[in-house]
């Protein structure tokens, strides 16, 4: 019982019958009302007219009290009237019509209250299955005296129609209401029978089945809709799971390769005594795989805290231009010694709003991996270059690096910024001393700032970074 009254279905059933009831109240009672009102009150109007036509016939004399025989004639043809007259501050009867009914006769001789109203007022009067409808309007003759004339009209037995009324109302509205409570059930369970089947699919869809996908319905309702939402979200989750699944395995291999040979300088130097200079050259070494795993753990938290949106960006106006220019002489005695020619070209200031530090990095990150790449794969009969360029287009800053290296396969130019990832698999670390992070950094600090990054190779060989910023708007 607790597990249907926690359901949709059955809250939707009790919202429709309460609703449905509520309805019911108020037409039942605007019907009961307006035939009450109808019954009784059908006869006013006409009780109105012949209370002013008994005025009018009182108003050819100046007594009321000295009724001439075709007044009283008159006041016969007019219906069902009684002429109260005020004597001594006593009520008595004046004259009443002639066919007057017996039943309403003993209702007349009902003396009204004293004084006599000042307005005129009606009065339904109840005896036993008869209802008897009387106006009663004041008159003052031209003689100063005091009259009400009280005119009666019988209605009949309205009661009884009435109480079959609300017999009919009663037992009506109940069996409707549970009527409308399952009827409600009914529909309700109809029209969530989907998501019945929707949430029992979603169930069996585990961390290793994120590939399947719910049936689409045919109607594009909101269970439809519904449905297209849970979709994408899988799809997004298992987007999520696979990146996490290869940065997981990706940051092990990583990682596993200075720590294998750690343990393999370690193991090698303590097989044997060595010379005190054989012992520091493989401190060295091990000293420059935990700079490695130091660098690799850093740039895995820059990484994690830039994709919990923990990383603040301080922005303010950054000259790229000088940026880039200071970059590349940071990097020039490195290019030097790898015999490559590092350029910079950026003829004019170029100003944007962002991070510094931040844009900084960009820059070394973009530099640093095409003179890796560069050094560790010369085209042959070409001269080993490096450049970047500044530029303003529009509202965007324009930075480029190009170089001469031998390009990135077509089926990896996607795959560049994703995380530890290398188009040659071949390669080790120590080949081009990075670990396939600083790509990734470079293209979070580029959608930090608004902007867009992307890699192509060019026709004449190499590869160009193309990293587009709103400029600084002045």
């Known amino acids: ?17 309460l609703s449905f009831a509520l309805g019911l109240i108020l037409l039942g009672s605007t019907l009961y009302g307006v035939v009450h009102y109808r019954l009784v009150r059908h006869h006013d109007d006409g009780l109105r007219q012949a209370a002013a036509s008994v005025g009018r016939v009182l108003a050819r004399g100046d007594d009321s009290a000295a009724i001439t025989a075709s007044q009283q004639a008159d006041i016969d043809r007019i219906g069902h009237i009684v002429l109260f ?15 007057h009914p017996a039943t309403v006769i003993d209702v007349d001789y009902e003396p009204p209250v004293f004084p006599l109203p000042e307005e005129p007022r009606f009065t339904s009067i109840y005896r036993a299955a008869d209802l008897v409808r009387t106006y009663s309007e004041p008159y003052r003759s031209r003689d100063g005296r005091e009259v009400l004339v009280r005119v009666f009209q019988r209605l009949g037995d309205v009661t009884a129609p009435l109480e079959s009324l609300r017999f009919v109302l009663l037992l009506i509205a109940p069996l409707a209401v549970i009527a409308s409570a399952f009827g409600g059930y009914w529909l309700a369970s109809r029209a969530l029978s989907p998501i019945d089947e929707v949430t029992r699919m979603a169930r069996a869809i585990e961390a290793n089945r994120l590939g399947q996908r719910l049936p689409s319905p045919a109607s594009a309702d909101e269970i439809g809709r519904l449905v297209d939402t849970f979709n994408q979200m899988i799809a997004r989750l298992e987007t999520s799971f696979e990146a996490m699944q290869r940065f997981t395995a990706d940051a092990s291999h990583e990682l596993r390769g200075p720590l294998t040979t750690m343990q393999g300088a370690i193991d090698v130097v303590l097989a044997k005594p060595r010379e005190p200079q054989e012992y520091r050259e493989v401190l060295t070494g091990v ?3 935990v700079g490695r795993l130091r660098a690799i753990a850093e740039d895995l938290l820059m990484l994690a805290s830039a994709d919990a949106d923990r990383v603040k960006l301080e922005k303010s106006p950054v000259r790229l231009d000088i940026a880039a220019a200071e970059a590349v002489a940071s990097f020039r005695p490195a290019a030097e010694q790898s015999q490559i020619a590092l350029s910079a070209s950026c003829p004019f200031p170029v100003v944007v709003s962002g991070d510094e530090r931040w844009l900084r990095q960009l820059i070394v990150n973009l530099l640093d991996n095409a003179l890796k790449f560069t050094a560790a794969s ?17 509202d965007s800053a324009m930075l ?21 990832y290398r188009a040659d698999e071949a390669r080790s670390y120590r080949e081009v001393g990075g670990f396939g992070l600083g790509l990734s950094i470079a293209a979070w600090a580029v959608a930090a700032h608004g902007g867009t990054i992307t890699a192509r190779n060019l026709e004449e060989g190499g590869t160009a970074f193309l990293v587009a910023l709103p400029l600084l708007q002045s």
Do not use: K
């Open 400 to 420: 480029v690096v190009t170089d001469s290296g031998p390009g990135i396969p077509q089926h990896a130019v996607g795959r560049v910024f994703e995380r530890f």
């Open 1 to 17: 019982m607790r597990t249907l009254i926690g359901t949709i279905r059955f809250r939707l059933a009790v919202w429709y019958a």
């Open 287 to 289: 000293r420059q795989d």
């Open 85 to 99: 007259h005020v004597v001594d501050g006593r009520s008595r009867v004046l004259t009443r019509s002639s066919h």
């Open 378 to 394: 010369p085209v042959a009969g070409r001269g080993a270059s490096v450049n970047i360029a500044v530029s303003a287009s529009n």
